[in-house]
């Protein structure tokens, strides 16, 4: 089996992957849950949904995921949303390691601070550019739930999307993280770019 006809992975442990398996099955592909490490070698790429930190950083630990992840990052393309994207992040702005529980793996060159763009009460949707990801020109509607802010950006990762002039998603060789939810939307640009990682 080729990588790009291997299941997509979907961290299953928490949050809001049933829509990303929703979104790959209209693309024409098939998902793989994820909870153990033994589980990473059967998929081509993996999703980190959004959900909740705190709970995502203490379920890849109690499941001995968290080194697993970070070699299966090295190799093969990972997207995280929201708080995926607070799990791949390199730090946590305003928070010392390990403030509530949350401990990200430290791969994309960012620094990211957590529920930045207020509670949920104050969620929102936004048109923004694809050009820098899939070259399209037509603007995508992007949810932002209890968002995280990319504060700052290292040398080794590029913005492909921003939003009133700041980044939302960065990329980073075939890692990509978003601060919105690309799955809330009937629109599969991202997840079509995502798997352009794996070919």
Known sequence: MTASTRPVGLLTLQGDYGKHRQAFAALGRVTRDVRRPAELDEVSCLVIPGGESTTL??????????????????ERPVMGTCAGLIMLAGRLEGERRGDFGVEPLGLLDCTVRRNAYGRQIDSFTAPVGLGALDGSADPFAAVFIRAPRITAIGRDAEVVISHAGEAV?????????LTFHPELTADLRIHRAFLDLVR
């Open 57 to 74: 950083t203490r379920l890849i630990d109690r499941g001995g995921l968290r080194e697993p992840l970070r070699a299966f990052a090295a």
């Open 169 to 177: 998603a960065v990329r980073q060789g075939r890692l990509l993280g």
